[in-house]
T-cell receptor
């Protein structure tokens, strides 16, 4: 599995934007970039995913570098509820099933949001 | 729409015992994946079931086994429990390649 590198922790203030970086220099052409987050005492929660173009949804935006070797998850206005561990994950994009379905989690980035 | 549910919430077992954890998939999902999350670590993939057949397995010994039922609910069985099996066990269901929906997990403690 292609590996991702994230900072161990980041800190933000409430109502400010947060940019969470992820490096994935060994990404393959068919790998999708996924972001999940895990709030305290809960299972991981899907945030967003993309392949090449930047993506937006109600939770966040995903900015993908032109060479796809890095990406940034953007929370436009952090709230206390956004305090969580954020995982950047590469996932194969073939339809053959099997291990392409699995998510390979690293340690993620612990985001602290200050009031 | 009912989300992914897991039971029990917490469980305490002793070394050498066997345990069965249960997962009810989100409505309409035909794929279930199980993960083990040790304290302070990210979840680690155990295996996945698609339409009642194992569809991929992580680096876990054979004493970790599973089942998926016709209604797509699932069980994770662990035999001969070891102290290192203490962890949060997460179940995730999905319909497509992209989005896995996780349950709240079962916290297993092995004494």
């Amino acid at each position: 599995d292609a590996k991702t590198t994230q900072p161990n922790s980041m800190e933000s203030n409430e109502e400010e934007p947060v940019h969470l970086p992820c490096n994935h220099s060994t990404i393959s052409g068919t790998d999708y970039i996924h972001w999940y987050r895990q709030l305290p005492s809960q299972g991981p929660e899907y945030v967003i995913h993309g392949l090449t173009s930047n993506v937006n949804n109600r939770m966040a935006s995903l900015a993908i570098a032109e060479d796809r070797k890095s990406s940034t998850l953007i929370l436009h206005r952090a709230t206390l509820r956004d305090a969580a561990v954020y995982y950047c994950i590469l996932r194969g994009g073939t339809s053959s099933g099997g291990s392409n379905y699995k998510l390979t989690f690293g340690k993620g980035t612990l985001l602290t949001v200050n009031p | 729409e009912t989300g992914v549910t897991q039971s029990p919430t917490h469980l305490i077992k002793t070394r050498g015992q066997q345990v069965t954890l249960r997962c009810s998939s989100q409505s309409g999902h035909n794929t279930v994946s199980w993960y083990q999350q040790a304290l302070g670590q990210g979840p680690q993939f155990i295996f996945q079931y698609y339409r009642e057949e194992e569809n991929g397995r992580g680096n876990f010994p054979p004493r970790f086994s599973g089942l998926q039922f016709p209604n797509y609910s699932s069980e994770l069985n662990v035999n001969a429990l070891e102290l290192d099996d203490s962890a949060l066990y997460l179940c995730a269901s999905s319909l497509d390649l992209y989005t896995q929906y996780f349950g709240p997990g079962t916290r297993l403690t092995v004494l």
